[in-house]
């Protein structure tokens, strides 16, 4: 039986190598948007270009959506439904001013009747203010 990780990059036609199934399974475990520099600490003693043309490559082959927030790229994991021609990035981002942690908020997202009404090629809705959990430690 194959691995989750494999087969997801075959569905998406991501050749397998160990750093981007690192990087892959290291992005499944966090619950917020990460940074390059975010990334390349935890991967500290990885090729920084090679993590950079990972992340690249899991962007355009509908793996990864790019969110920018604070005038910084932000990496997170797509739905499945995205792919190499559509990244159905569609919801709210949510960036607290305390933690400085970016959340996917699918729960908010656009409504369908707009893509009626116009050609929608990238959507970036930013709501920035104090998360639930930081809310809570006051």
Not at 17 to 44: C, G, P
Not at 55 to 61: C, D, I, R, S, V
Request: aromatic share 8%.
């Amino acid at each position: 039986m194959k691995k989750v990780t494999e087969a997801v990059f075959e569905s998406k036609k991501i050749r397998l190598t160990t750093m981007r199934i690192l990087i892959y399974e290291y992005l499944e475990t966090v619950t917020a948007a990460l940074s390059l520099a975010e990334i390349e600490k935890f991967f500290h003693k990885a090729d920084k270009v090679t993590i950079y043309r990972t992340l690249q490559t899991f962007q355009e082959k509908g793996l990864v959506h790019k969110i920018l927030d604070e005038n910084v790229v932000k990496y997170k994991l797509c739905a499945d439904s995205c792919g190499e021609d559509y990244h159905n990035d569609r919801h709210l981002h949510f960036y607290c001013k305390k933690c400085n942690e970016t959340t996917c908020r699918d729960e908010i997202i656009l409504p369908k009747s707009l893509e009626e009404s116009f050609q929608i090629d990238e959507v970036q809705i930013l709501v920035k203010g104090i998360c639930e959990k930081c809310l809570k430690s006051v």
